[in-house]
């Protein structure tokens, strides 16, 4: 992907869908109806850098669940949106919400559901298993599938085109 390095200079907001971008898509349902989602842990410390070098983070799914709520409150996620099946109101929303542009959002789907928002967004980001159209529409496809080191490499590849990586790495090289 030969990404202009201009989409990336206004960011401000990184959106991300849940299921298929920070799950691998499976929704469990036991017999009591309980609802189970496998998230990976470096996905979520992506989450958590994005937020250190002062990047927003939002999820925006079309599905609602307890599941979400859990993973968002875990990694301080505070901007989620849930229930959402035309996803471009609560970008509406959120946007003046935020006093943001299109031009100052990054947004990460998998379906056919996300690309409205996708094609809005300054920056368009898509795991490796997202579906051809979503894949077409993305300025970045990750090498990984969605829930599996997608969004940590969607992550790198933001903050590393800023400019910041070294800057947030920089607590870890002791």
Known sequence: M???????????LVIFDVDGVLTDGRI??????????????????GLKLLMRAGLEVCFLTGRSSRVVEHRARDLGVRLVFQGSKNKLEPYGRLLDQLSLTESETAFAG?????????????????????????????????RYPGG??????????????????????????V
């Open 28 to 45: 469990v349902l036991d017999d009591a109806g309980l609802e189970s989602k496998f998230f990976h842990v470096r996905d979520g410390h």
């Open 148 to 173: 599996q080191g997608a969004a940590r490499e969607m992550v790198e590849f933001i903050l590393k085109g800023l400019g910041r990586w070294e800057e947030i790495m920089a607590r870890y090289n």
């Open 2 to 12: 030969n990404t202009d390095p201009e989409r990336l200079k206004p960011l401000k």
């Open 110 to 142: 998998d379906d056919l559901v996300d690309l409205p928002v996708m094609r809005r967004a300054g920056l368009a980001l898509a795991p490796a298993d997202a579906v051809e159209e979503v894949k077409a529409a993305a300025h970045f496809v990750s």
